[in-house]
């Protein structure tokens, strides 16, 4: 593979890449320009269908597949949402595109709303933001000036109005329908699907949600073509009907035990090792490596010999992995306790369940108060049994809930346990030696000051 050269970020850290001015040096907005006068929104739908980009947000769902869902002759109007929340814990490539380089997000958001026929666009923004908030409005501002976007975009037939919605940063607000309850000013729960966005969404009409991420690599397409987006990355297996590929390149959030935090990008296919070693600088303190989270904490966590893991869509679920998420890789050094891990994401995911679902209420809360009595020196051996029963039966994949944060509530509890249990009995057994054998029902505990 020839050396590769960074294209999503290739404008990060310049000064005034914010601006409209800088990104018009640069070639921005010609692709927009081009598209519309030469390409239909059918064609440019089979474009970014053909590059195989699989979205950016978590799911990993492909991206060009997803619009064609939008009914053909629908009257309209028809849709979109830009998903800006970005609440996955370790995450923030997001913010890093929408402060740096707005009009890359914008562009590839105005060009996919012209392949879905979307007339109103949304951008979802998580409230704590500011910057990014800042920077989107003075960047949409300057597009009306320009003409890239209002009526009859640079004289043809397409019309857009792209409109920022700040939120209140709830993590259930990253669920698409969450998102669309949400800006439709209602509670964030979660809807029922079917019907699936595309053909009832915001405000019951046709509806297409995409990550910021995913507009900056639709932008990207559009500029370099199919070609130079399917040779970045992992081809898909022909023996695997089931894998489409990881194509493209990829925006890796690296955080924790390493020598040089900060947002990276590379192809789809790198290992936590390469990431680790090559981007990060290796582990700090020369301490030894004991865990990694692959793609943020709800996909769950990957051992010091599982960093060979592949960070592709298909690479962290080869390793009990939910899968690769949103590409937020958190290192912990061997001095980590994986009960105050664990606890840590019982904590979160209780907090943000939203309370639809009964398994999923109830599963979070009840994981969070084992592990506060693990935490206080009550803990039982049983305890790790029933944590294990709550993780293997709460979430869309065993078809107990809505959407899918309870699977990623789950999926901590089970690779924490399952791969670390050596270090959680132990605990168990120096904590409470007269108590961890106890297998009758133990009392609730009191406040016991771990909140």
């Given at each position: 593979?020839?050396?590769?050269?960074?294209?999503?970020?290739?404008?990060?850290?310049?000064?005034?890449?914010?601006?409209?001015?800088?990104?018009?040096?640069?070639?921005g907005y010609q692709s927009l320009r081009r598209v519309l006068k030469e390409q239909s929104p059918v064609q440019f739908t089979d474009i970014v269908k053909n590059s195989n980009l699989r979205g950016r947000g978590g799911a990993g769902?492909?991206?060009?597949?997803?619009?064609?869902?939008?009914?053909?002759?629908?009257?309209?109007?028809?849709?979109?949402?830009?998903?800006?929340?970005?609440?996955?814990?370790?995450?923030?490539?997001?913010?890093?595109?929408?402060?740096?380089?707005?009009?890359?997000?914008?562009?590839?958001?105005?060009?996919?709303?012209?392949?879905?026929?979307?007339?109103?666009?949304?951008?979802?923004?998580?409230?704590?933001?500011?910057?990014?908030?800042?920077?989107?409005?003075?960047?949409?501002?300057?597009?009306?000036?320009?003409?890239?976007?209002?009526?009859?975009?640079?004289?043809?037939?397409?019309?857009?109005?792209?409109?920022?919605?700040?939120?209140?940063?709830?993590?259930?607000?990253?669920?698409?329908?969450?998102?669309?309850?949400?800006?439709?000013?209602?509670?964030?729960?979660?809807?029922?699907?079917?019907?699936?966005?595309?053909?009832?969404?915001?405000?019951?009409?046709?509806?297409?949600?995409?990550?910021?991420?995913?507009?900056?690599?639709?932008?990207?397409?559009?500029?370099?073509?199919?070609?130079?987006?399917?040779?970045?990355?992992?081809?898909?297996?022909?023996?695997?009907?089931?894998?489409?590929?990881?194509?493209?390149?990829?925006?890796?959030?690296?955080?924790?035990?390493?020598?040089?935090?900060?947002?990276?990008?590379?192809?789809?296919?790198?290992?936590?090792?390469?990431?680790?070693?090559?981007?990060?600088?290796?582990?700090?303190?020369g301490r030894k490596p004991k865990a990694a989270i692959p793609g943020g904490i709800s996909m769950g966590l990957l051992k010091a010999d599982e960093f060979h893991c592949p960070l592709d869509f298909n690479g962290p679920g080869k390793?009990?992995?939910?899968?690769?998420?949103?590409?937020?890789?958190?290192?912990?050094?061997?001095?980590?306790?994986?009960?105050?891990?664990?606890?840590?994401?019982?904590?979160?995911?209780?907090?943000?369940?939203?309370?639809?679902?009964?398994?999923?209420?109830?599963?979070?809360?009840?994981?969070?108060?084992?592990?506060?009595?693990?935490?206080?020196?009550?803990?039982?051996?049983?305890?790790?049994?029933?944590?294990?029963?709550?993780?293997?039966?709460?979430?869309?994949?065993?078809?107990?809930?809505?959407?899918?944060?309870?699977?990623?509530?789950?999926?901590?509890?089970?690779?924490?346990?399952?791969?670390?249990?050596?270090?959680?009995?132990?605990?168990?057994?120096?904590?409470?030696?007269?108590?961890?054998?106890?297998?009758?029902?133990?009392?609730?505990?009191?406040?016991?000051?771990?909140?």
């Amino acid at each position: 593979m020839p050396p590769f050269e960074p294209v999503l970020l290739a404008n990060v850290g310049q000064e005034g890449s914010h601006t409209l001015r800088f990104y018009e040096q640069t070639g921005g907005y010609q692709s927009l320009r081009r598209v519309l006068k030469e390409q239909s929104p059918v064609q440019f739908t089979d474009i970014v269908k053909n590059s195989n980009l699989r979205g950016r947000g978590g799911a990993g769902f492909p991206t060009g597949l997803k619009w064609t869902f939008l009914p053909k002759d629908h009257p309209g109007p028809i849709y979109f949402c830009l998903n800006a929340d970005e609440s996955e814990p370790g995450t923030f490539n997001n913010r890093i595109l929408m402060e740096d380089d707005p009009h890359q997000v914008i562009e590839g958001l105005i060009l996919s709303c012209y392949a879905t026929r979307a007339t109103t666009a949304y951008i979802y923004l998580r409230f704590e933001y500011p910057l990014a908030y800042q920077r989107l409005q003075l960047a949409i501002n300057e597009c009306y000036e320009a003409g890239h976007l209002g009526k009859n975009i640079h004289g043809s037939e397409f019309s857009l109005d792209i409109y920022l919605h700040r939120g209140a940063a709830a993590y259930i607000c990253g669920e698409e329908t969450g998102l669309i309850e949400s800006l439709e000013g209602k509670r964030a729960w979660p809807r029922i699907k079917p019907p699936f966005p595309a053909v009832e969404g915001l405000f019951r009409k046709p509806t297409v949600v995409n990550n910021v991420e995913t507009a900056a690599c639709v932008k990207q397409i559009a500029d370099r073509g199919v070609e130079w987006f399917k040779s970045i990355g992992v081809p898909a297996d022909p023996n695997n009907p089931r894998d489409a590929g990881s194509y493209g390149p990829k925006l890796y959030c690296l955080s924790g035990h390493i020598e040089r935090p900060g947002c990276y990008e590379a192809p789809l296919g790198i290992t936590v090792n390469q990431l680790i070693d090559e981007y990060g600088g290796g582990m700090w303190k020369g301490r030894k490596p004991k865990a990694a989270i692959p793609g943020g904490i709800s996909m769950g966590l990957l051992k010091a010999d599982e960093f060979h893991c592949p960070l592709d869509f298909n690479g962290p679920g080869k390793f009990g992995c939910l899968g690769l998420g949103t590409a937020a890789v958190v290192v912990m050094d061997e001095t980590v306790s994986m009960i105050d891990t664990l606890h840590n994401s019982c904590r979160f995911f209780a907090h943000e369940s939203c309370g639809q679902c009964t398994p999923c209420r109830e599963g979070t809360n009840w994981a969070l108060k084992m592990m506060n009595r693990i935490k206080a020196g009550k803990g039982r051996l049983k305890d790790l049994d029933l944590l294990l029963e709550i993780g293997d039966n709460i979430g869309i994949m065993p078809g107990t809930t809505i959407c899918g944060l309870a699977d990623g509530a789950a999926w901590p509890i089970k690779n924490a346990i399952r791969k670390w249990r050596g270090e959680f009995e132990e605990f168990i057994k120096r904590t409470n030696p007269q108590g961890y054998q106890e297998e009758s029902a133990v009392p609730a505990l009191e406040l016991i000051g771990i909140h």
